[in-house]
């Protein structure tokens, strides 16, 4: 019995190169019947209990996703060639033949398995000359079963920061400048200008004479 490509779909894993990461399609290339992120799922990468990596370890990680009145999953990871990636579990997920990608094999769709999460395991080895930071992407396919049509694709990533790098070499000084705070001496009050070579998060702490946090 000849099946039309769109009813199987790809649910012995996706092509390569459909994670959304910089110069990477996704799979709403096939999976177009909403736009990318518009349903009520949740794609979620994880490094259990932590942001940060150090060079030369192995971590389990895990990338689960969810959506109410679905009942078929599909994932494709990828860290970009940053360190290695492994499969924990053969029957659940597979390493692309070539280029550095983690996805979901016929097992690993939870056929049947409605609403989710649904949840795929794996380790990453980070390179012992890793940089600052490492991104990791993933797409991910919340399926109804019947083919192409009914399924939403998300898109997610996950940055890992370097744990030997120290803060001061992640800002660089010249970065950050302090304006002025004034009344300086102060009590109880004073108001601090400072500015940012570019917009960011930033966590400001003072100290007294004695090297104690305020």
């Known amino acids: ?3 039309p490509a769109s009813l199987l779909a790809f649910s012995s894993g996706p092509p390569n190169a459909l994670t959304g990461a910089p110069g990477e399609g996704n799979c709403t290339q096939c999976h177009s019947s909403f736009p990318l992120n518009s349903g009520d799922g949740i794609l979620n990468i994880e490094l259990a209990g932590s942001s940060e990596f150090t060079p030369g370890e192995t971590y389990e990680m895990t990338i689960s996703l969810e959506n109410a009145g679905q009942q078929r999953w599909g994932f494709e990871l990828t860290d970009l060639g940053e360190g290695e990636l492994a499969v924990l579990d053969s029957d ?3 390493l692309s033949d070539s280029g550095p990608y983690l996805k979901q ?3 690993g769709t939870y056929n049947g398995t409605a609403d989710g999460p649904v949840s795929w395991s794996f380790s990453w080895t980070a390179p012992n000359d890793a940089p600052d930071e490492i991104t990791f992407y993933a797409a991910g396919n919340a399926a109804d ?3 192409t049509a009914g399924d939403y694709i998300y898109t997610t990533s996950l940055t890992l920061s370097n744990a030997e790098v120290g803060i001061d070499d992640r800002i660089n000084p010249v970065d950050f400048a302090l304006l002025s705070n004034y009344p300086n ?4 009050t004073t108001q601090v200008v400072f500015e940012l070579k570019q917009s960011g998060l930033v966590k400001l702490e003072i100290f007294n004479m004695l090297g104690q946090q305020l």
């Open 92 to 94: 659940l997920t597979q």
């Open 185 to 188: 001496p102060f009590n109880p």
């Open 105 to 107: 094999t016929g097992s």
């Open 145 to 147: 079963g019947s083919g």
């Open 1 to 3: 019995v000849l099946l």
